[in-house]
């Protein structure tokens, strides 16, 4: 399997939206906020280019303003009533950055050995017996000369800085020290150190990882690749809501959005009875499930509308309803009395019941486990939460 950081990474945040943009490869414009970043990334690697001398301040600044001018007319701005305004506050946000990057970072002081440096790494994952190609772009690699340690540097316009101590276990920078370590074999695993560099906090954080924390960062890796392969197989790829459904740009086809954005746009002949049920699903739901026939009902209409237009979220009344699919254990208790008793293991239970079973089937000896595992069913059971709307 060929992959990168960044689609492992947007699998683990949404195996819907991994899905819409890696396997169906629907494009869907930039928003302001991911071609903000991509501006300053390439101002900043303008200003470490020496050619044959660094760039002043100025043309920094003036190289930033040109590209920007440029990527406006092809951004999803959030308001276009307030696009002037918006684009006005991204523009001047981008040069405060560089101001204060460039009064920080004197290009000239630094020994910089690699800009946007693109890897490819090979990963044999032991269990299968498959090489997995990763790859992708480090935004600088600096090496000091007196400590002859190298320093991988990501640059990052968000705001939200980690704490020190989960750098080692950043999945980005624990995969560009393995790419290092690849290409530079010689190079042992506490010459490498890794920062981010947050921008529009002018800091950075930075971190040695040891030979055990790159084996872990290793594993996990390979554990989402299988997660991705097994998704590809089954086709399930679950859209997991968050705060990032904001930014995205597949919200309006998401299962879990695009109720939404049809129930605006182009009602279906069935909307009115659909809304009609949110409206007093919500109610039934708030007057302490007295009404449970009718509150099947509902949920009859609700989940038969769900299936035919294929969403896992509906939109309606005071909130919306989401559709879960929760795996309930039940255990033959009357055939597995015995063969627990003949191990010592029944009288554990006490008053057996299945939280205490399912507990304790992860102590049981693996014989023990074989034997019980044809008493145990797991049933899936479809759930519908409302939530208001705040």
């Known amino acids: 399997m060929k992959t990168s950081y960044s689609a492992l990474e947007t699998y683990?945040?949404?195996?819907?939206?991994?899905?819409?943009?890696?396997?169906?490869?629907?494009?869907?414009?930039?928003?302001?906020?991911?071609?903000?970043?991509?501006l300053v990334h390439s101002a900043l690697k303008f200003m470490f280019e020496r050619n044959p001398l660094y760039?002043?301040?100025?043309?920094?600044?003036?190289?930033?303003?040109?590209?920007?001018?440029?990527?406006?007319?092809?951004?999803?701005?959030s308001d276009p009533e307030r696009r002037e305004a918006e684009e006005k506050l991204y523009f001047e946000e981008g040069v405060k950055i560089i101001k204060n990057f460039f009064k920080k970072n004197q290009p000239w002081t630094f020994n910089v050995l690699e800009l946007e440096g693109r890897f490819s790494l090979?990963?044999?994952?032991?269990?299968?017996?498959?090489?997995?190609?990763?790859?992708g772009i480090i935004d600088r690699i600096d090496k000091d000369i007196e400590s002859e340690v190298y320093e991988i540097i990501d640059y990052k316009t968000g705001k939200k800085m980690p704490a020190q101590k989960d750098l080692e276990t950043n999945l980005q920078l624990g995969l560009y020290h393995l790419a290092l370590i690849t290409r530079w074999p010689h190079l042992k695993p506490d010459q490498i150190k890794v920062s981010l560099y947050f921008l529009k906090h002018n800091d950075k954080v930075s971190a040695v990882p040891s030979e055990k924390t790159a084996k872990a960062l290793k594993d996990r890796v390979l554990q989402t690749v299988r997660e991705i392969e097994k998704a590809k197989e089954t086709g399930i790829f679950p859209p997991l809501p968050g705060p990032l459904c904001n930014y995205c740009g597949y919200r309006a086809m998401c299962p879990m959005w695009s109720?939404?954005?049809k129930r605006v746009e182009t009602p279906a002949p069935n909307e009115s009875e659909v809304a009609a049920a949110i409206q007093e699903f919500f109610e039934l739901k708030l007057d302490g499930d007295v009404q449970k026939k009718r509150t099947a009902e509902l949920r009859n209409i609700i989940l038969k509308y769900m299936?035919?237009?294929?969403?896992?979220?509906?939109?309606?009344?005071p909130g919306y309803i989401t559709k879960s699919?929760?795996?309930?254990?039940?255990?033959?208790?009357?055939?597995?009395?015995?063969?627990?008793?003949?191990?010592?293991?029944?009288?554990?239970?006490?008053?057996?019941d299945t939280k205490r079973l399912e507990k304790l089937m992860g102590m049981l000896p693996d014989d023990v486990r074989e034997a019980l595992a044809e008493f145990r069913s797991t049933k899936k059971t479809i759930m519908l939460k409302p939530t208001k709307k705040k």
């Open 325 to 352: 699919i929760v795996e309930r254990t039940s255990f033959d208790m009357e055939k597995m009395e015995p063969v627990l008793k003949e191990r010592g293991f029944w009288e554990k239970i006490l008053a057996p």
């Open 55 to 77: 760039p002043t301040l100025d043309e920094v600044v003036g190289f930033y303003a040109d590209r920007f001018k440029e990527a406006s007319d092809k951004i999803v701005w």
């Open 12 to 38: 683990r945040t949404c195996p819907q939206k991994y899905k819409f943009q890696e396997i169906d490869k629907i494009r869907v414009p930039k928003r302001i906020e991911a071609v903000f970043g991509t």
């Open 307 to 317: 299936e035919s237009e294929q969403v896992e979220r509906v939109f309606g009344g």
């Open 259 to 261: 109720h939404e954005y």
């Open 122 to 135: 090979e990963l044999l994952d032991e269990l299968s017996g498959t090489v997995h190609t990763l790859s």
